[in-house]
């Protein structure tokens, strides 16, 4: 039951590195999603793949790019790191791009920037 | 103003306490979810409702469209429902896409 899987799990890296984030899911879904965790704030939607082919920007797309490799996979990139993207990235995935569809986390990547 | 609120922020209570945590929103919605995220950073869903009421096991969430409110409520609390509880919010026009409250910090203490 590996349901969505986020690697890696913790990630240091020096300003204007660059780096990818990979997500996969193994529940068949079609919708994927990119957010971010900050302290004293919500969640926040980076960028979303509501079906295999289809990605859309979120509410804080810049910085980012990502690229929905086939049904499974749902990859994040940052082309040259800053230290505003310190953060905690999950990943999310449900069966349809319909509001009633539960969403289903990775556990998390934890990403400093220095 | 966020457009998801929740209150209190953080919320510290004996074990056995009923608890009660709030969520208003301020825009036009399909759907209200309540997540769990645990101590480790996981985080699961618990309840998705457009309406009325829902129940599982110890945790009952409600919710009152013409008000734009929501309540998750916990009964006979236990150190292991310390976790943070989140609100988030389906809009009319967004699909599947959420817009999240900050969260409320829950600590059980035995």
């Known amino acids: 039951n590996a349901g969505v899987t986020q690697t890696p799990k913790f990630q240091v890296l020096k300003t204007g590195q660059s780096m990818t984030l990979q997500c996969a899911q193994d529940?068949?879904?079609?919708?994927m999603y990119w957010y971010r965790q900050d302290p004293g704030m919500g969640l926040r939607l980076i960028y979303y793949?509501?079906?295999?082919?289809?990605?859309d920007k979120g509410e804080v797309p810049n910085g980012y790019n990502v690229s929905r490799l086939n049904k499974r996979e749902f990859s994040l990139r940052l082309e040259s790191a800053a230290p505003s993207q310190t953060s905690v990235y999950f990943c999310?995935?449900?069966?349809?791009?319909?509001?009633?569809?539960?969403?289903?986390f990775g556990d998390g990547t934890r990403l400093s920037i220095l | 103003k966020n457009e998801v609120e929740q209150s209190p922020q953080n919320l510290t209570a004996q074990e056995g306490e009923f608890i009660t945590i709030n969520c208003s929103y301020s825009?036009?919605?399909?759907?209200l979810h309540w997540l769990q995220q645990h101590p480790g950073g996981g985080i699961v869903s618990l309840f998705m409702?457009?309406?009325g009421k829902k129940k599982h096991g110890r945790l009952i969430a409600t919710i009152n469209i013409q008000e734009k409110h929501s309540s998750l409520h916990i009964t006979a609390s236990h150190p292991r429902d310390s976790a943070v509880y989140i609100c988030?919010?389906?809009?009319?026009?967004?699909?599947?896409?959420?817009?999240f409250g900050e969260g409320t910090q829950l600590t059980v203490n035995p």
């Open positions: 409702l457009s309406s």
């Open positions: 999310a995935s449900s069966n349809r791009d319909r509001s009633d569809q539960p969403q289903h």
């Open positions: 793949s509501a079906s295999e082919g289809t990605t």
């Open positions: 825009v036009g919605i399909s759907a």
């Open positions: 988030a919010v389906s809009k009319e026009t967004s699909g599947s896409r959420l817009t």
């Open positions: 529940m068949n879904h079609n919708s």
